[in-house]
């Protein structure tokens, strides 16, 4: 969504509800945020789209309000927080941390406005229609993250080259945790090596999963990009190093806690263009 749009968008909201529900409605138009994962691991996203509205004159407080909802890396609790947004009668829900959090925003209204990061493609998610025309009431960019992780396994492969076995750490409750799984597998397969494939869905179960690794002799791993291995990358990095096992994540929060490297998109920037692009993801 373009800059000005969205600033329209916002703006106008208020004078564009019906007479009967501005009487209920607060003075500024309100913004929704809906994040699968929490305020502590997310804020840097909250942080990268305020900073764009208030560039653009958008003050909280002033002339626009927030709402937050967070999943707190329970998925299953999505839907009922996107529709506290939608009773909330926001102008906007910015979906924000992954597919599942904008396709929750999907199912719960047709008719508020809604922008949205995810790492998928949004056609394969029903997000939009074509990437030139994404047709209903969502509009975002994907930073097709499936697509580097055969990237992530070549460079790893390149820093530990006699690694017969990658292992590769996914939330299986994550909507596109199939299809990047197929894609590390092809990626290893391609060069020779093995994959071990270890789930969590939460963060007591990295523990359980960096011991099956250890104990399947992997010498490396890829960390799949998720709202729940974003939130925990302090977490992720001390495992690694305490189990000596190089590791490679989507996300520079990674290696600025102390993780070995990263290779993915600038999320920060991400999330500042999602809330301003309308068309052509």
């Known amino acids: 969504m373009r800059r000005r749009e969205f600033i329209t968008l916002v703006g106008g909201a208020a004078a564009a509800w019906p007479l009967g529900a501005r009487a209920q409605q607060p003075a500024m138009p309100v913004v929704g945020f809906l994040g699968a994962g929490s305020l502590r691991g997310d804020a840097y996203r909250v942080t990268a789209v305020r900073q764009g509205l208030m560039e653009s004159g958008f003050v909280e407080g002033r002339n626009v309000a927030f709402e937050y909802r967070w999943?707190?890396?329970?998925?299953?609790?999505?839907?009922?927080?996107?529709?506290?947004?939608?009773?909330?009668?926001?102008?906007?829900?910015?979906?924000?941390?992954?597919?599942?959090?904008?396709?929750?925003?999907?199912?719960?209204?047709?008719?508020?406005?809604?922008?949205?990061?995810?790492?998928?493609?949004?056609?394969?998610?029903?997000?939009?229609?074509?990437?030139?025309?994404?047709?209903?009431?969502?509009?975002?960019?994907?930073?097709?993250?499936?697509?580097?992780?055969?990237?992530?396994?070549?460079?790893?492969?390149?820093?530990?080259?006699?690694?017969?076995?990658?292992?590769?750490?996914?939330?299986?409750?994550?909507?596109?945790?199939?299809?990047?799984?197929?894609?590390?597998?092809?990626?290893?397969?391609?060069?020779?090596?093995?994959?071990?494939i270890v789930h969590a869905r939460k963060e007591n179960e990295l523990d359980t999963a960096f011991a099956a690794l250890i104990e399947q002799r992997a010498g490396a791993l890829v960390i799949c990009s998720d709202p729940l291995m974003n939130d925990q990358s302090d977490k992720l990095v001390e495992l690694a190093a305490r189990h000596k096992l190089p590791a490679i994540h989507s996300v520079r929060r990674f290696t600025a806690a102390g993780g070995l490297m990263s290779y993915g998109t600038d999320i920060i920037e991400a999330h500042a263009l999602s809330v301003f692009m309308r068309a052509g993801f």
Do not use: C, H, W
């Open 71 to 196: 999943a707190e890396d329970q998925y299953d609790r999505l839907p009922a927080l996107a529709a506290e947004l939608v009773r909330r009668k926001v102008a906007v829900i910015v979906a924000i941390a992954g597919n599942t959090s904008a396709t929750a925003a999907k199912s719960a209204t047709t008719t508020i406005p809604i922008v949205y990061l995810i790492g998928g493609d949004p056609i394969k998610m029903g997000l939009a229609v074509s990437l030139n025309r994404p047709g209903g009431n969502l509009t975002g960019v994907s930073m097709l993250s499936g697509s580097l992780v055969a990237k992530q396994f070549e460079v790893l492969r390149e820093t530990v080259p006699n690694s017969a076995l990658i292992g590769f750490l996914v939330n299986p409750d994550n909507q596109d945790a199939g299809n990047e799984t197929k894609i590390a597998q092809a990626a290893a397969a391609s060069v020779g090596q093995q994959v071990a």
